[in-house]
């Protein structure tokens, strides 16, 4: 293990999402100390990235999640102090962080994706129902773990939830509502791992479905026939090109109920706790939680999947 120098796990920040980066960087930091890997847990919001260099750190594992741990900013910070850190890069991070950015990339491509339009506080919220439909997703463009998301049933709740969901990012998304089931596939180097089904006891697949409820069901193998899974695998491989996306990552993706598949999102830094997919699909392909996380880390020597 010596070949991994002195490791910062970053963990924690200042976005909404620190519980769960906390959370995922426990697990993670526990991983590696019992590989033998000479890591240490380090949060930016209790100390400047400088000290990554006076502390004499040789490579960072990166699971901060949300707008600076995701979104390219500790990224560049990174390349500027010449850590190598794992997941995406600069480019691929500031654009799968934005939603809006990352489905325009999608469009240009014709991959597959929910009808969307771009809200504001004056829109026409009829002519918004009128094309996408009922119900209709609102949510903020640069946010993660489904937080200000909210699933809309009227055209009289569509004012309210933007209002909600202007209080995350001043981009704010309405997405047509696509219902044949919700999946993600990971993406490890240049493999995708086994797809996942979810299926949440909630409304829909929400902040505490994600990490704190018992009730989400996953299934891993997710029932898919095996072609319609290999032409996902195809569509996930394009769209994480598409952003730039190296080492590890996530797209999620929607089937409607004629099983014709939309891609949703993409997630440049996936969870780790005990509730999150990525794991999950690693097990299903034969690795252990320990063995996805020197996986991951290799990738900072320059050893892809």
């Not at 979104?71 to 600069?90: H, R």
């Not at 009808?115 to 002519?127: I, Y």
Request: negative net charge; contains cysteine.
């Amino acid at each position: 293990m010596k070949k991994y120098g002195k490791v910062a796990v970053l963990m924690g920040g200042s976005s909404s999402e620190r519980e769960i980066s906390l959370m995922s960087g426990a697990g993670v930091l526990a991983a590696l100390l019992a590989q033998g890997v000479d890591a240490h847990k380090f949060d930016p919001a209790e100390k400047p990235l400088s000290a990554l260099k006076t502390e004499g750190f040789d490579r960072a594992f990166l699971i901060l999640h949300g707008p600076f741990g995701e979104d390219g900013t500790v990224q560049g910070a990174l390349e500027v102090l010449g850590i190598p850190y794992t997941g995406c890069g600069v480019m691929a991070s500031a654009i799968g962080m934005d939603k809006l950015r990352t489905k325009l990339v999608w469009k240009a491509l014709d991959l597959p994706i929910p009808d969307f339009v771009l809200l504001h506080a004056d829109s026409d919220w009829n002519a918004v129902a009128e094309r996408l439909g009922l119900p209709i997703f609102v949510k903020p463009a640069c946010e993660g773990s489904s937080v200000g998301v909210i699933k809309v049933k009227s055209v009289e709740e569509l004012a309210t939830a933007y209002a909600e969901a202007s209080k995350f990012d001043d981009v704010v998304l309405a997405e047509q509502f696509i219902g044949g089931g919700e999946y993600t596939a990971a993406v490890l180097g240049d493999q995708v791992l086994p797809a996942i089904k979810i299926e949440p006891a909630t409304e829909f697949y929400d902040y505490d479905a994600k990490y704190f409820r018992d009730d989400t069901v996953y299934r891993c193998p997710c029932g898919l026939p095996a072609d319609v899974e290999a032409q996902i695998a195809h569509y996930v491989k394009r769209a994480f090109w598409a952003i730039g996306g190296t080492s590890w990552g996530r797209v999620d993706f929607l089937m409607d109920e004629a099983g014709k598949p939309y891609l949703l999102e993409v997630n440049t830094a996936p969870g780790m706790t005990s509730h999150s997919l990525f794991p999950m699909a690693a097990r299903q392909a034969g690795m252990s939680y320990e063995d996805l996380v020197l996986r991951i880390l290799d990738t900072t020597l320059g050893v892809e999947g």
